[in-house]
């Protein structure tokens, strides 16, 4: 069974920091790709950032620079820290694991960002 239970969401000011986690499954973890997306109100989900079993990342243009996806294989965790936020960063962040074709999902933690 694919669980990914995300938290570490909240309130920040602009310009702050935030760093979400994602725990998942042991089983499914080390192998295979894991990423962040994002769904703001009116909006469709959105990619954020992914990282690949060994290590590779991307990230969508909006965020390159400002946030960096790490993955911890000893604690099946995944993070993306979120430095210099803007109003814009605001919304329910989603964890994601890719396997095969299949997506799976976190239930979501919600980011909001103040000006």
């Known amino acids: 069974q694919v669980q990914l239970v995300e938290s570490g969401g909240g309130l920040v000011q602009a310009g702050g920091s935030l760093r979400p986690s994602c725990a998942a499954s042991?089983?499914?973890?080390?192998?295979?790709?894991m990423g962040w997306y994002r769904q703001a109100p009116g909006n469709e989900r959105e990619l954020v950032a992914t990282i690949t079993s060994g290590g590779t990342t991307m990230y969508a243009d909006s965020v390159k620079g400002r946030f960096t996806i790490s993955r911890d294989n000893a604690k099946n965790t995944v993070y993306l820290q979120m430095n210099s936020v803007k109003p814009e960063d605001t919304a329910v962040y989603y964890c994601?694991?890719?396997?095969?074709?299949?997506?799976?999902w976190g239930q979501g933690t919600q980011v909001t960002v103040s000006s």
């Open positions: 042991g089983s499914i973890f080390s192998s295979n790709r």
């Open positions: 994601n694991v890719l396997i095969g074709l299949t997506h799976y």
